[in-house]
């Protein structure tokens, strides 16, 4: 599967922006797909997991209630919504993709395909 991550900018606190992640390649929807985020000097951490079928989602402590991710089976894209952004959320962020039977897995380890990644960057 190949990824294309696009939608990153500068916003302000507060703010919402949309990345868009396209994949490609054969039976995509058979993949687990998630967002993960590094921000600057720190370790990958996980945002959010969705299945393709059904739309279960899974997000991370410190996004949930804030961040959205949906499917859309029809266009191969998953979109992460961010609303309410805060300049702690500034990271370049990565969309993943790994085997179905991840489930909606945080380890980064379990996804074997990642995108070039988008930079967030929001400003008081």
């Known amino acids: 599967v190949q990824l294309q991550a696009s939608g990153g900018g500068l916003v302000q606190t507060g703010g919402s922006l949309r990345l868009s992640c396209v994949a490609s390649?054969?039976?995509?929807?058979?993949?687990?797909m998630a967002w993960f985020r590094q921000p600057p000097e720190k370790a990958r951490e996980f945002v959010a997991a969705v299945r393709w079928s059904g739309g279960s989602t899974y997000y991370g402590d410190s996004v949930e209630g804030r961040f959205t991710i949906t499917p859309d089976a029809a266009k191969n894209t998953v979109y992460l919504q961010m609303n309410s952004l805060k300049i702690e959320d500034t990271a370049v962020y990565y969309c993943?993709?790994?085997?179905?039977?991840?489930?909606?897995?945080?380890?980064?380890?379990?996804?074997?395909?990642w995108g070039q990644g988008t930079l967030v960057t929001v400003s008081s």
């Open positions: 390649g054969r039976t995509v929807r058979s993949y687990a």
């Open positions: 993943a993709s790994g085997p179905q039977k991840i489930g909606l897995s945080r380890s980064s380890s379990d996804y074997d395909s």
